[in-house]
């Protein structure tokens, strides 16, 4: 459904949102990329309308130096994102995470793509682990984007687990939360959804944003991954988990964009007190 | 485990820590006083050293209007105060909720106390539903408390869903969240735990800050509670829900007062990059 079809006011509108997980090979960029369009347009024949790809989809996580990660990464005018964009049917937008070279600096970023062109780019602003030996950091921490969709909120992995992101990229008008992680897996409780994922549902429910969440599966390096691509809906419940064929798709129903209300008496945003924090 | 056997540095520590849910009665203040107080008494015979009680364990929650909240209301120096207090044995603390009356002010307040004194009150900021009719909003969003546990955050039930107020006492150096609440049972999705604690225990991990929520349990003029009850530890994890005896009480195992640190790269507070929020 487009903006277009939205209710005026007060209503509420919906979409159809995907995240998609296809095999990564570490430093196969060309390979890479061949498997993000096929996933975009595995997506896409099921109806997606906003598909989000996992972090360093195009180049893998775990490298070795700078040096490596260096010769995995490509710039804004690489070939393949024309390539990519042209998968895309008018009004679809795509999030792809990509190692970013730009000069002598490189980034964790995530592209923002729709029918035939690049809608702009984010630069990781939080680094995890030995990120921060590999990439720059970036100069925003999340990052809003207009779309064909609406105002899409975009962060990346580490960041969202400050609680601070997701809430700025809501209060500034983000209306779904596009989130390419890479989550190397660690112990939780049996029955327990990953602590990530928990913190994204929190935050979710906090703001009333919906978010998706593109995660790798299976192992690289020896690093196992926690596969916790997964549709969050505006009020924090996991909508949708990947199927058989590794995509995580759902159509949610979502409330007018700012709509924050809480009736009778309340409003998530209105109720906040920011000249106590 | 007192403050003096800490290791003073990067080490860890130890607390037990309680909520409990003694049955309150509507408008009984003098009822739900000692029974507040029978509550206290079995949390220390199991050796807790933090005690929380549910928002407005003195008074009840559901008061049809002001008049019926003021009546519910008590002041400072209520004499039961000093009882409560008398039931702590040196080093215990408490956060008992109560319906707070300040000359023609009411507040949803939680006094915190211990062994024969009272350490200070906080009076909720955010309110939830009908009660900005009922009572008058609190100055400080959440508060800090010095206490012989250490440094005490404390925040009343719809405070925690703003994750401004956990964050917020977590870098003011708070070492442990209690939490006094009243959560209306709502629906949510099989085998998930209710949302605010998943809001809990987000903000639990985020800020590496183990909560207390005290919750009623049961129903109050028709409204069903969600039981909430539980310690949360400081990576996010529900460690202890309640017994058949209503009390959810376990020891945990702290990292050392202000220890953010995520070996070998990282810190939760130190990766913070606050000039862009």
Same mark, same amino acid.
């Given at each position: @459904?487009? %903006?277009?079809?939205? #209710?005026?006011?007060?209503?509420?509108?919906?979409? %159809?949102?995907?995240?998609?997980?296809p095999?990564? &090979?570490?430093?196969?960029?060309d390979g890479n990329l061949q498997r993000v369009r096929v996933a975009l347009q595995g997506a896409v024949?099921?109806? +997606?309308?906003?598909i989000?790809l996992?972090?360093?989809a195009t180049?893998?996580?775990? =490298? $070795?130096?700078?040096?490596?990660?260096? +010769?995995?990464?490509?710039?804004?005018?690489?070939?393949g994102w024309a390539d990519l964009a042209s998968a895309l049917?008018?009004? *679809?937008?795509a999030?792809v995470?990509? +190692?970013?070279?730009?000069? @002598?600096?490189?980034?964790?970023? #995530?592209?923002?793509l729709?029918?035939?062109?690049?809608?702009?780019?984010?630069?990781?602003?939080?680094?995890?682990?030995?990120?921060?030996?590999? =990439? !720059?950091?970036?100069?925003?921490?999340?990052?809003? =984007?207009?779309?064909?969709?609406?105002?899409?909120?975009?962060?990346?992995?580490?960041?969202?687990?400050?609680?601070?992101?997701?809430?700025?990229?809501?209060?500034?008008?983000?209306?779904?939360?596009?989130?390419? *992680?890479?989550?190397?897996?660690?112990?939780?409780?049996?029955?327990?959804?990953?602590?990530?994922?928990?913190?994204? @549902?929190?935050? $979710?429910?906090?703001?009333?944003?919906?978010? &998706?969440?593109?995660? /790798?599966?299976?192992?690289? /390096?020896? *690093? $196992?991954?926690?596969?916790?691509? +997964?549709?969050?809906?505006?009020?924090?419940? *996991? $909508?949708?988990?990947?199927?058989?064929?590794?995509?995580?798709?759902?159509?949610?129903?979502?409330?007018?964009?700012?709509?924050?209300?809480?009736?009778?008496?309340? !409003?998530? =945003?209105?109720? %906040?007190?920011?000249?106590?924090?």
């Amino acid at each position: @459904m487009t %903006r277009s079809q939205r #209710a005026p006011h007060r209503g509420t509108w919906s979409l %159809r949102l995907a995240a998609t997980s296809p095999r990564v &090979i570490l430093g196969d960029v060309d390979g890479n990329l061949q498997r993000v369009r096929v996933a975009l347009q595995g997506a896409v024949a099921r109806g +997606a309308q906003l598909i989000v790809l996992p972090e360093l989809a195009t180049s893998g996580y775990l =490298f $070795a130096d700078r040096d490596e990660a260096s +010769a995995a990464s490509i710039t804004r005018d690489h070939h393949g994102w024309a390539d990519l964009a042209s998968a895309l049917p008018p009004g *679809v937008v795509a999030v792809v995470g990509y +190692a970013e070279r730009d000069g @002598m600096q490189l980034f964790n970023s #995530a592209a923002v793509l729709t029918h035939g062109r690049r809608i702009g780019d984010y630069r990781k602003a939080h680094l995890w682990g030995a990120e921060a030996a590999l =990439f !720059d950091r970036g100069p925003t921490a999340g990052a809003l =984007f207009e779309t064909p969709l609406g105002r899409l909120g975009v962060a990346i992995c580490y960041d969202n687990e400050f609680p601070e992101v997701p809430r700025r990229l809501a209060l500034a008008g983000a209306e779904i939360l596009a989130l390419p *992680v890479n989550w190397p897996l660690i112990a939780r409780p049996d029955g327990e959804h990953p602590p990530e994922t928990i913190q994204a @549902m929190a935050a $979710a429910r906090s703001s009333r944003l919906a978010t &998706i969440i593109a995660d /790798r599966s299976g192992a690289e /390096r020896g *690093v $196992a991954w926690t596969g916790g691509t +997964a549709v969050i809906d505006e009020d924090g419940w *996991v $909508a949708a988990l990947p199927d058989e064929s590794g995509i995580a798709i759902a159509t949610l129903t979502l409330r007018s964009p700012g709509d924050k209300s809480l009736p009778p008496h309340n !409003d998530l =945003f209105g109720d %906040r007190r920011p000249e106590l924090y």
